[in-house]
């Protein structure tokens, strides 16, 4: 049997380290936004031609259209160009694709999408919201699930260290999109709020299954053992599930990330870490955190 909070201190400092530099990378850094919050057109489109490429097109906007906020991908699936423009109402649309006719011959326009600055704000501001209503919705739910257990530790300790648990597995993701975004201009969107949803919906359920265990043994226990080694024994006796669960859907998530479309890439690696650190974070934070608020509340006592 793994002595896993016997070595609490190693796992939760591993834990405060990564969320500190994910929060410093989020304030040195902030995020880069795509069309979906700050507003802006996307573009995409099929350019034939061999010497044709995303830094040819992307000059090609800057220099003809003076556009000095755009970025042009290409997705090798589609066959496609996707180019981000600041802002582009329909006459400019027209104007911009008779000049890429001109200067790239056999140019489609296979779809084309505009958001207003104003709607994407109010839609940046809604999903960020939706995020934190859902931890503490989360947090609050499980307080309530676990009301009848009040020995050693109350319900309501279930719940905040739910939350603690759930912020460290948002944060962390979150970090690594904005040190993307500073290093390599991914931007974040409407994807990156759904990724981080599913991150915790994973993420509270293995939770869950852990508390449940700790609670179960708790009755069955009636304190013949100290804490730490009941919780200790809940997390062995659902470390198989948890590791078996979670490996299922990691593998299906490196298959995405390495072979699905070029425009989830990032919502795919969003999740692959999102859930990695939910893995970790239900085995080594949120249990050894129950033995720590019980240890403190202890000496309290004394």
Same mark, same amino acid.
């Given at each position: ?28 850094? !902030? ?12 573009? /995409? ?24 906020? %755009? ?7 589609? /066959? ?18 008779? /000049? ?5 011959? !056999? ?67 979150? !970090? ?21 949803? %599913? ?35 809940? %997390? ?29 890439? $990032? ?12 893995? $970790? ?22």
């Amino acid at each position: 049997m793994l002595n896993i909070i016997g070595y609490r201190k190693a796992f939760l400092t591993v834990s405060t380290l990564l969320v500190v530099a994910s929060l410093a990378a989020i304030i040195a850094f !902030g995020f880069l936004e795509g069309i979906d919050f700050k507003g802006g057109a996307l573009w /995409k489109l099929s350019v034939p031609g061999e010497n044709v490429t995303a830094a040819a097109l992307e000059l090609f906007f800057k220099e003809e259209f003076k556009l000095t906020d %755009v970025r042009v991908t290409f997705d090798p699936q589609n /066959k496609a160009y996707l180019a981000k423009l600041p802002t582009a109402v329909e006459g400019d649309r027209q104007a911009y694709f008779l /000049k890429l006719q001109e200067q790239f011959k !056999g140019a489609e326009e296979l779809s084309f999408q505009s958001i207003g600055p104003s709607v994407g704000a109010e839609l940046r501001n809604k999903s960020f919201m939706a995020l934190a209503l859902v931890l503490i919705g989360i947090s609050l739910y499980i307080a309530f699930a676990f009301r009848k257990v009040f020995r050693p530790v109350s319900s309501w300790t279930y719940g905040l260290i739910t939350l603690v648990s759930l912020f460290h597995d948002v944060a962390i993701p979150a !970090g690594l999109l904005a040190y993307l975004g500073y290093s390599r201009g991914v931007e974040i969107d409407g994807n990156f709020i759904v990724a981080l949803l %599913v991150v915790m919906g994973f993420s509270v359920h293995d939770t869950i299954v852990v508390f449940d265990r700790i609670r179960e043994n708790l009755v069955l226990d009636r304190g013949k053992k100290n804490f730490a080694d009941v919780v200790n024994d809940s %997390v062995n006796q659902t470390l198989a599930r948890s590791i078996n669960t979670s490996l299922t859907l990691i593998l299906v998530l490196l298959a995405l990330y390495f072979t699905g479309p070029t425009n989830l890439h $990032y919502f795919v690696l969003t999740l692959l870490v999102g859930v990695t650190a939910g893995i $970790y974070s239900s085995i080594f934070v949120a249990s050894p955190l129950l033995v720590v608020w019980q240890n403190i509340r202890a000496r309290g006592a004394k």
